[in-house]
């Protein structure tokens, strides 16, 4: 999440939700989020209450197979949307940063205006270079606005990091031969089933372990980092996910009264 603080004190209870929560207000506010992010975003929270709001072990293997990946790849490419440039964007240039990825603006409610807007809060905060302002290719198969994209970044890249992402897109993305990973907190979206790698936490939490898992893995040689890739199955990792979530359902005990 950006650095700004917001008007809540850290004893309450719900205080890094209602941050995350203001942050995506003040995306739609500053022309980042289309409204319909903030719906995207509560979906999204109501799955991390499932998840106990911590990382969970299937996360962190997933976030180590998309570590070995993006470390293994010749044109990697994180590709951002407004909700991604209002919680987490120092994050992503961080990221960018050290794998040399390129960094492209791809929303569903497009306007020029919400797509400038983006760029320039990476542009301000540090990225030297934002790709989408100018699209000169399109994903065979989408027929939205997200079909479009750049030859130099989505389009040409081998492994792309999609968070918060649309599972057409995603589906399309895989089509293309690319290997696809994203961050969503719900393990039975289309999204989640259809990509590479799904990471089911939090963005702003999977990023900075993301960060961190990648130093660590930059030690290692491509042999090592293609058996962690290899080694990787999404499908049994979401199943993984889905078992923790129906236990932890199963032992909650729901109080009432004061």
Known sequence: MTKKEYNIPPSHPRYISLQLREAIADGVAEGLSAPEGLIAHGRGEAFDYLLGECTLPPAITAIRAAGAT???????VIS???NVAALAPEHVIELSDLIKARIEVNIFHYSKMRSLAIINR????GAEEVLGEHKDS???GLD?????CTSAGIY???VVLVPLEDGDRAEALRKMGKDVITIDLNPLSRTSRL???TIVDNLVRALPKLIETIKELDTYDDIQLMEIKTSFDNNQNLKEMLNLINDRLGSMVFQSGI
């Open 70 to 76: 993006m470390l293994l790849a010749k044109h990697p």
């Open 80 to 82: 951002v949307n407004g």
């Open 122 to 125: 990476f542009q301000e905060l």
């Open 138 to 140: 399109s994903i065979p």
């Open 144 to 148: 939205s606005a997200r079909a479009q």
């Open 156 to 158: 040409k890249s081998d």
């Open 195 to 197: 990509c590479s790698i």
